[in-house]
């Protein structure tokens, strides 16, 4: 089995595209989401996603098989709210080990079927950790400021179930994505730093922030570089940005973090900026030429798409990685010269 570490080393690794934009094509109904396993659950379900790996298994195969075919090295899996925090919303807390445990074996087996074909491109399955729908930094409460919908070990504790379960599922990595609260990403890091040490296993980590807006700060309020020290006590594979932005206005942001760092850097941008009814207009190529410049300046070791990203964006990304070098990653001796 090749190691990404290493693989990574020689080139530009493509990650895949949206999962939630391609499901919507499917128009699934409230029963599609049901299925017929869960069609007297006493909850609505539409619009649990994570679920469709257990009632619409065929769809999430064949989506990660369009991101592999478009030249994706590496897709996520289908899990970005598959904690028991998140699935409180649907009553489904009792589910979650199943749904990012078969999530997992969908993408892992898509994997191993295209790295067969082509063994001279191993294909690799990220364990997707989204941020909950709770932040540990601020107060849902604009009234009581000190007041937190969650706790830090609340945040522990289901980041830790959700990596066991993925780790079991048989993923190459996990991808801590769409940080808006450095405090929820920490709590998820040493959740995986735990299931490392009890499992002896050296699981590499990717880590994506998301700079919510023009401000160039996360939602709790940090600069890129401020991101970038705050998790730099944990070994990752990558450190990185995706969604909230497109590709031209992430780039002053990877800028800021590529020579303070002997990580690999990542980023899966959105297809440009939502339009007036939420969708997102830009073209692969657009996108494509946008990218290119952070190739051009080699900022780049990983990159793919997030919000309106398809397979077609994702095979234009692959092609113009495929003509650069990724970033040199410099050694600590190097970042303590530029710090």
Do not use: W
């Not at 009553?91 to 191993?112: F, G, H, P, R, T």
């Not at 067969?116 to 990220?126: D, G, H, Q, S």
Request: with cysteine.
């Amino acid at each position: 089995m090749s190691d990404i570490r290493e693989v990574l080393k020689e080139r530009i690794l493509v990650l895949d595209g949206a999962m939630g934009t391609m499901l919507q094509a499917y128009k699934f109904t409230e029963e599609d989401f049901r299925g017929e396993r869960f069609k007297d659950y006493p909850t609505p379900l539409q619009g649990n996603n994570d679920l469709l790996s257990i009632t619409q298994s065929e769809a999430i195969k064949t989506i990660h098989g369009k991101y592999f075919e478009a030249g994706a090295d590496i897709v996520e899996t289908n899990t970005f709210s598959g904690t028991t925090i998140a699935m409180a919303d649907y009553q489904m807390e009792d589910l979650v080990y199943e749904l990012n445990y078969q999530s997992a074996k969908i993408a892992k087996e898509v994997a191993d079927e295209f790295t067969a074909k082509e063994p001279n491109k191993p294909r690799f399955v990220a364990g997707s950790i989204g941020p909950t729908n709770r932040t540990a930094s601020m107060s849902p409460d604009v009234n009581d400021p000190g007041y937190r919908a969650v706790t830090f070990d609340e945040l522990r504790i289901a980041y830790k179930q959700q990596a066991e379960a993925l780790v079991d599922g048989g993923v190459d990595l996990l991808l801590v994505e769409t940080v808006f609260d450095t405090l929820n990403a920490k709590a998820a890091l040493f959740a995986i730093e735990q299931v490392k040490e009890e499992r002896g296993i050296d699981i590499p980590i990717m880590l994506s922030g998301t700079i919510t807006d023009a401000s160039g700060r996360t939602l709790s309020g940090q600069t890129a570089e401020a991101f970038l020290i705050s998790v730099s006590h944990i070994p990752l594979l990558t450190i990185g940005f995706n969604c909230a932005l497109g590709a031209n206005l992430l780039q002053p942001h990877l800028e800021a973090i590529a020579n303070k760092t002997e990580f690999g850097i990542s980023a899966h941008p959105n297809a440009g900026l939502p339009n007036a009814f939420g969708e997102y207009d830009e073209s692969p190529e657009e996108m494509g030429e946008q990218i290119e410049e952070y190739l051009k300046k080699s900022l780049i070791n990983i990159i793919g798409g997030c919000c309106g990203t398809s397979p077609e964006h994702i095979r234009v990304i692959a092609n113009i990685a495929a003509k650069y070098k990724p970033r040199t990653v410099i050694q600590n001796e190097e970042k303590n010269l530029v710090n």
